[in-house]
């Protein structure tokens, strides 16, 4: 009873206690004020691009922006095409996607239903550090060793190409696959696996055609966000990716992507007011465009093909 008596005497002399409602009062203002920051960014950046974008659709045609195939901003008559630079960016995310995919699911799968214990704590670990590598780091290595290596064994493909940066940009995104869709398998439930050997599937079986659809949602979740970042990816593409916009399909030769065009611009060739600085946020208003396509169908997949266990 007396230790009763005592919570009680403590919850009222709190409930008394000045400092402790204005504390009370403060905290969920400091918190709201907290969690506004990342939306008042967002809203920053979008009326920033926005505003910026339509002074420049104000001087160059839109018709003009969205058909024409040729993009040559630095000319005394340039041409603003952007598809050349989403040609250019698709090339990449293209080759990426091949690389990061199966290697990246099939890293998910070893990790969730083969390793044990103690490789899957040793292992995750060590295949999440490639996330953590700078990307300036990933376009050195592309190259310097991937494009030597590429250009042995394919004498005619340039120095600049699409091959090397988008083998790197796959392999940078492997961890990001890997990890969300190992944590998409792994949140399968046992009784699951156990169900289907117990019917007399083999382990094989039961990764095809029991986990791999249960975790259907977050799998693909994955792919689309690791494409999601491929598209953004920046400093790979224009160190190893060259600077020649074209809209062709030719992945051996040099190529500029939508985030290598606005590197080079803002790398100081670009005076206030031109018709090229403009361009900069045209063309960062279409990569805004990508990736928000991307994740908001990450997360539609997610919500429409999600497991309830």
Known sequence: MMSEYNIREMIQNNKNNKSTKFIEKAVPAILFIITSVSILTTIGILYTLLSET???FTRVSFIEFITATEWNAFSADPTFGIIAL????????VIATVVAVPVGLGA???LSEYAGD????TVKPILEILAGIPTVVYGTFAITFVTPLIREMFPGVSLYNAISPGIVVGIMIVPMIASLSED????VPGETREGSLGLGATRLETVFKVILPAAASGI???????????????MI???????????????????????????????????????????LYAVGMT???FTLVMNLAAQWITKRFKEEY
């Open 108 to 110: 998910a799968i070893y």
């Open 184 to 187: 998409a398998m792994s949140s």
């Open 118 to 121: 103690r490789v899957r704590r």
């Open 237 to 279: 593409v224009s160190i190893a990716a060259g600077s020649t916009p074209g809209a062709d399909f030719d992945i051996t030769t040099s190529l500029q992507t939508m985030t290598g065009f606005i590197v080079q611009v803002t790398s100081g060739d670009a005076a206030f007011g031109t018709d090229l600085y403009y361009s």
């Open 220 to 234: 693909i979740a994955s792919f689309v966000l690791g494409i999601s970042r491929a598209v953004g990816e920046t």
């Open 54 to 56: 339509f002074t420049f």
């Open 86 to 93: 989403v040609m250019g960016t698709l090339k990449i995310v």
């Open 287 to 289: 990569l805004f465009l």
